[in-house]
Antibody, heavy 120, light 105 residues
Framework: EVQLVESGGGLVQPGRSLKLSCAAS????????MAWVRQAPKKGLEWVAT????????YYPDSVKGRFTISRDNAKSSLYLQMNSLKSEDTATYYC?????????????WGQGTLVTVSS | DTVLTQSPALAVSPGERVTISCRAS??????MHWYQQKPGQQPKLLIY???NLESGVPARFSGSGSGTDFTLTIDPVEADDTATYFC????????FGAGTKLELK
């Protein structure tokens, strides 16, 4: 059974940093592209970052480019999101997601999410 | 960015057929996918590539469309289908629709 378990969320002041983690199990982690997707309270979904199987390629939307960094440790089956210069509009539940079929551009599995609140 | 437009809400009775629409601001070919999100839960993939049913998803769910107009159909609707349904395009950087909240009468 595929499992994705996020951790690291919490309350953080604007301008500060936070690092999220995602522990994956139930599949060969190194064979799949991975992503982070966020959802602001009572709002829709927003793709935040994607990383290739080896970690050599990363992709971001303009809203987080230069502030967020996605990374992975295939030996530990873990995914990370380093978030710097946080803004109030970054407040959201952050989901770790596995892409479909290696690099397929849909999100086949999602974790339960971890809440990040950016507020002074 | 490709903008996806969904109707905000629908209400149907159990046993009926419901269609949920998603319109893209530009052609996305068949790069459209559908998710179900129940309150307090993470999204769940239902349909990928516009019309392919994800493994384990009941055959009551189906998807169709190409270009700019897409439809998710549930037939027949069951009480457990109460949820918000999101479309997502993958023609360029992934974007999601705002979601359609499905309520049962």
């Amino acid at each position: 059974e595929v499992q994705l378990v996020e951790s690291g969320g919490g309350l953080v002041q604007p301008g500060r940093s936070l690092k999220l983690s995602c522990a994956a199990s139930g599949f060969t982690f190194s064979n799949y592209y991975m992503a982070w997707v966020r959802q602001a309270p009572k709002k829709g979904l927003e793709w935040v970052a994607t990383i290739s199987t080896s970690g050599s390629r990363t992709y971001y939307p303009d809203s987080v480019k230069g502030r967020f960094t996605i990374s992975r440790d295939n030996a530990k089956s873990s995914l990370y999101l380093q978030m710097n210069s946080l803004k109030s509009e970054d407040t959201a539940t952050y989901y770790c997601a596995r892409h479909g079929a290696i690099a397929a551009p849909w999100f086949a599995y999602w974790g339960q999410g971890t809440l990040v609140t950016v507020s002074s | 960015d490709t903008v996806l437009t969904q109707s905000p809400a629908l209400a149907v009775s159990p046993g009926e057929r419901v269609t949920i629409s998603c319109r893209a601001s530009e052609s996305v070919s068949t790069g459209m996918h559908w998710y179900q999100q129940k309150p307090g839960q993470q999204p769940k993939l239902l349909i990928y590539g516009a019309s392919n049913l994800e493994s384990g998803v009941p055959a009551r769910f189906s998807g169709s469309g190409s270009g700019t107009d897409f439809t998710l159909t549930i037939d027949p609707v069951e009480a457990d289908d109460t949820a918000t349904y999101f479309c997502q395009q993958s023609w360029n950087d992934p974007t999601f629709g705002a979601g359609t909240k499905l309520e049962l009468k």
